[in-house]
């Protein structure tokens, strides 16, 4: 069986996600292969997109 990269299940994701009318940032795109490659926590993540949605000027 073929295994699949974090870099390859991102770029699948991605592509259904824009046939469904959404878009991302390449820095968006590395903030989640961070997260599917275990080097941000579920918590790391909430926190850097809410800071992302509410950025404090």
């Known amino acids: 069986m073929n295994e699949i990269t974090t870099e390859k ?3 699948n994701q991605v592509a259904s996600a824009k046939m469904e009318g959404f878009d991302f940032s390449d820095e968006a795109i590395e903030i989640i292969k961070r997260y599917a490659d275990n080097k941000i926590s579920h918590e790391e993540l909430v926190e850097i997109v809410a800071q992302m949605c509410n950025p404090i000027s």
């Open 9 to 11: 299940a991102v770029q």
